[in-house]
């Protein structure tokens, strides 16, 4: 059964602490992916990695850092967290593909958070 | 314009109708297109994934795609009220460096109702 698991579902953090959100997946992917989702805005992408130390911005990547040091974990990083942050994280991965196929991207459980 | 549209909804059909949700996309380079369902509180899940002009069908489920048009589509026929959730539009789009990422739509609420 494939897994991708974040390390907490509900998280409440004041303004300016520096908060970490983990992933783990252990079906042995190269790409991992972290999303935000708001109503309204839908799933949108922060930062996504194709390797080890390997990163990529995505479409909102102020406010957030990432790091991969193994193939299986992908953190994210709000360094100075702000109230505009408080949503919802998904973390995903997937299989490296070209443009065809279909690369299945496998979602975590999700991490609430609240900034205050 | 947004990368991927879908309309908000809600789209209400009864059971055993069949539900109709729309997609469209903007970069016309993209090859692969997804739908996943997102139950209230939940991860999204894949229902089904297509990269061929025409119908993909799997179960109840189907897919249409229409390149030219910049157009995906998904059908659900039979529908039950178990089908009610939020669906969402993904395009693998490409990168500045080459990759391929997913870009998603702000996905459309289907309510079927008994």
């Known amino acids: 059964d494939v897994k991708v698991t974040q390390s907490s579902r509900y998280l409440v953090k004041r303004t300016g602490e520096k908060v970490f959100l983990e992933c783990v997946q252990d079906?042995?992917?190269?790409?991992m992916f972290w999303y935000r989702q708001d109503p309204g805005l839908g799933l949108r992408l922060i930062y996504f990695?194709?390797?080890?130390?390997?990163?990529e911005k995505g479409d909102i990547p102020e406010g957030y850092s990432v790091s991969r040091e193994k193939k299986e974990r992908f953190s994210l990083i709000l360094e100075s967290a702000s109230t505009n942050q408080t949503s919802m994280y998904l973390c995903?991965?997937?299989?490296?593909?070209?443009?065809?196929?279909?690369?299945?991207?496998?979602f975590g459980q999700g991490t609430r958070l609240t900034v205050v | 314009q947004k990368e991927v549209e879908q309309n908000s909804g809600p789209l209400s059909v009864p059971e055993g109708a069949i539900a109709s949700l729309n997609c469209t996309y903007s970069?016309?380079?993209?090859?692969?297109f997804f739908w996943y369902r997102q139950y209230s509180g939940k991860s999204p899940e894949l229902i089904m994934f297509?990269?061929?002009?025409g119908d993909k069908e799997d179960g109840r489920f189907t897919a249409q795609l229409n390149k030219a048009s910049q157009y995906v589509s998904l059908l659900i026929r039979d529908s039950q009220p178990s089908d009610s959730a939020t669906y969402l539009c993904?395009?693998?789009?490409?990168?500045?460096?080459?990759?391929?990422?997913?870009?998603f739509g702000t996905g459309t609420r289907l309510l079927v109702s008994p």
């Open positions: 079906m042995d992917h190269e790409n």
């Open positions: 297509i990269y061929s002009n």
């Open positions: 990695s194709y390797d080890v130390k390997m990163k």
């Open positions: 993904a395009v693998k789009s490409g990168s500045n460096t080459g990759f391929q990422k997913l870009v």
């Open positions: 995903a991965s997937s299989l490296s593909g070209g443009l065809l196929g279909g690369t299945e991207a496998f």
């Open positions: 970069d016309r380079g993209s090859q692969s």
